[in-house]
């Protein structure tokens, strides 16, 4: 397991280095002091001025940020999220002091309520003033910062809208506060637990606890994932959670599987095209990002219109595809189509000709727009 554990993080090691990590003296009212900071920006960072991302904020950055900014790197790279912008909070020698609550009502204190509002009134506008950030944040803590991270989600209107909790040390109230809040939550949040069964008794037995009252709880708004694993240490899980979590917070941006094919799409009642602009819908108002549609996905999307004949879809499909990919044979090919099994042989021949100067496309060359259109033609005599 430390093996595999050890490979996992020297990969993500790698891939960190190739991405942009700076180090920033950090000067806060709020503490009264400086802290230090690092920050990941996507590789493509300087080559897009438009383009915006999503922001990870990073509690024990000391030893964290490397395997949440490998993770994200790894994972953008693959095209399973979007790009982001990765920030670690170092809190050497002052995790105890940052975490401090009250053990009347769970709720900051103190230094706690200091660093609390550190990070929400200093450090994020801070990075949003100075690095083209989305409205998509995520937290993510470990331990006692796992605990501490909740605080945001208890505000009227939650400072981040995704937050990865691993191996917490909870708060006691805490196992009143999350049920209820994330019951009412009138907000899309995801929220990702994990714990291993090396951790703690203390930690197991509240985690546990947590995870049952929250699986039970029937919000639209939330999306929530329960990971346990066995072999982790305390200090090894969040290497096995992190990748658990970008999954379930990414699902939606990640191409459509053969899983989500069969499972979903061909069980659909309703039009597969719309299911495919509502995932783009989807993407667009979570992340701030305007996602070409992948040729992954407009395949999937074929061929569930082809195993359920329903035509008639081929006509939305074609419509989107040259909106998409206009130099391309997609659209042209996919409109021919509906006109084909439409009743409409003339206007499906005249189709895949006019599409034969574009260029060729995931399977779709100009050879078989051709045997189509001459296919027809011998058919029907044109």
């Known amino acids: 397991m430390k093996v595999i554990c050890s490979s996992w993080l020297f990969l993500l090691t790698i891939f960190t280095l190739n991405a942009q990590v700076k180090y920033e003296n950090f000067q806060s009212s709020k503490l009264g002091e400086e802290r230090q900071i690092k920050i990941q920006l996507p590789r493509g960072y300087n080559s897009n001025q438009e383009k915006i991302y999503p922001l990870f904020i990073v509690l024990d950055g000391d030893y964290m940020f490397e395997a949440v900014a490998g ?109 209820e809040r994330l019951n009412t939550i009138e907000s899309k949040i995801f929220y990702c637990l994990a714990y291993t069964e090396n951790d703690s008794k203390s930690i197991k037995q509240m985690t546990k606890a947590l995870n049952s009252d929250i699986a039970t709880i029937e919000n639209e708004n939330l999306t929530y994932k329960f990971s346990s694993f066995e072999g982790a240490s305390h200090y090894s899980v969040p290497a096995h959670a992190l990748p658990n979590a970008f999954e379930s917070i990414f699902k939606v941006f990640q191409p459509i599987s053969r899983k989500e094919y069969k499972e979903t799409i061909l ?100 050879d078989l727009v051709l045997e189509r259109a001459d296919a027809i033609k011998r058919d029907f005599g044109y």
């Open 71 to 179: 993770n994200a790197d790894y994972y953008s790279y693959w095209e399973d999220m979007p790009e982001a912008i990765v920030v670690g909070i170092n809190q050497i020698d002052k995790r105890y002091d940052d975490c401090m609550y009250s053990e009347q009502n769970s709720l900051p204190i103190e230094t706690g309520a200091a660093f609390f509002e550190f990070i929400g009134t200093e450090l994020i506008p801070y990075i949003e003033k100075n690095y083209r950030t989305a409205n998509f944040r995520v937290a993510v803590g470990h331990g006692e910062t796992a605990n501490f991270i909740n605080y945001f989600l208890l505000k009227s209107n939650p400072l981040f809208k995704a937050y990865i909790v691993v191996s917490p040390e909870l708060a006691p109230h805490m196992l009143d506060y999350l049920p």
């Open 267 to 366: 069980e659909l009642e309703g039009s597969p095209v719309d299911y495919l602009v509502e995932k783009y819908e989807t993407i667009n108002a979570l992340f701030g990002i305007e996602k070409q549609i992948l040729i992954n996905d407009f395949k999937a999307i074929s061929a569930a219109i082809e195993k359920t004949e329903q035509y008639q879809y081929y006509e939305d499909l074609g419509k989107i595809a040259r909106k998409e990919y206009p130099e391309t044979l997609l659209g042209g090919y996919y409109l021919g189509r509906f006109y084909e099994e439409g009743g409409e042989p003339k206007k499906a021949m005249r189709t895949y000709q006019s599409a034969y100067t574009l260029d060729e496309i995931a399977g779709i060359t100009k």
